[in-house]
């Protein structure tokens, strides 16, 4: 795989990825050039990874302590064409989808500011751990503009429809605790490597579970969130029936019967 980019950071440790945005002195802003690297990691990482050699989790980061993502790159937009203008927005809807549909969970560790794209690009990870310093916010209101990464679509569906207005139309911050409140983060830490630690440790007692049912699980969760519950217990009947083929499922019911740890394949 193609670890070089200017503006990211992409390491894998004990089956571990971890993307970094790398461009602290922007507060780690999110550039046409962060999007096309994003894009082109996701995309390489997505078709490399279908048999879990690379990483089982994933972790999304900001560098260095001030922000993870303080949105958009504002100075980069004051130039923009209306045909760049909408590359620059299919390049980040797409990458909030390949988060989506990446075979494995990705955990969004938040340090410091998450706005606008920034807190958008953090809702389509799986889900979200922050620091005391975290603060979310969708701000685009306050620039003349709606936020474009999915906003007005995933906020809604993490902390209600009349919460994420509320956040919207204000463009207001959201300190961590009430973050943590209405359900938008996870789990809380002192420090940026406490938050990390926690999430590795996480995802590493994850791993001792089937990768393959995990992905299934991630995967039936994410389409049910867009269909109406008959529709999405349709396709969780489906995925259900279909993961009796797999190795995993086998692994995983005998070794219960022959009081054993399971060993996944993730086949
Ligand atoms: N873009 C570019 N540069 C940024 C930036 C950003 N979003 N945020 C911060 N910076 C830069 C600052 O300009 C400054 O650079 P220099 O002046 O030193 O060169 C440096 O980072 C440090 O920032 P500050 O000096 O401002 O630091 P402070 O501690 O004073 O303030 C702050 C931190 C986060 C409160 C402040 O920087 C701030 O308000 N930043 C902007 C936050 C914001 O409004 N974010 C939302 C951006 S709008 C679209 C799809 C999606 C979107 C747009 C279009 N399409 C469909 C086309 C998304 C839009 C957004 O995300």
């Known amino acids: 795989m193609n670890t070089n980019y200017e503006t990211l950071l992409f390491e894998v440790e004990n089956n571990i990825a971890t993307i970094t945005v790398n461009r602290p002195k922007a507060l780690n802003a999110l550039s046409e050039q962060v ?20 990483a089982k989790g994933m972790i999304l980061t900001g560098a260095e302590d001030k922000a993870f993502i303080a949105g958009a790159d504002i100075k980069g937009m004051t130039t923009m ?15 909030t989808l ?3 549909s990446l075979n494995i969970p990705v955990i969004a560790c938040v340090n410091g500011y998450a ?10 990870c799986d889900f979200i751990f922050a620091t005391k310093t975290a603060v979310f916010g969708q701000p685009e209101v306050k620039l003349g503009l709606i936020p474009g990464f999915g906003g007005t ?3 809604s569906k993490l902390v209600g429809r009349n919460r994420a207005k509320e956040i919207t139309y204000s463009g207001r911050n959201v300190g961590v605790e009430e973050a943590k409140e209405i359900g938008l983060v996870v789990s809380v830490f002192e420090t940026k490597e406490e938050m990390i630690e ?10 001792r579970n089937s990768p393959l049912a995990i992905h299934e699980a991630k995967r039936v969760m994410n389409e049910g969130n867009d269909l109406v519950v008959s529709e999405g217990l349709n396709v969780e009947a489906k995925a259900f029936g279909a993961i009796f083929n797999s190795q995993d499922m086998k692994e995983g019911t005998a070794a219960f019967v022959e009081k054993r740890k399971p060993v996944f394949t993730g086949k």
Do not use: P, V, W
């Open 98 to 100: 390949l988060f989506e």
């Open 81 to 95: 064409t209306a045909d760049q203008a909408e590359t620059f927005a299919r390049l980040g809807q797409d990458n």
């Open 115 to 124: 706005l606008g794209g920034g807190c958008e690009m953090a809702m389509s």
């Open 35 to 54: 999007h096309s690297e994003l894009n082109s990691l996701l995309r390489e990482f997505k078709e490399e990874n279908k048999d879990f050699s690379i």
């Open 153 to 155: 679509q995933r906020l």
């Open 198 to 207: 926690g999430a590795t440790t996480y995802l590493s007692k994850m791993m």
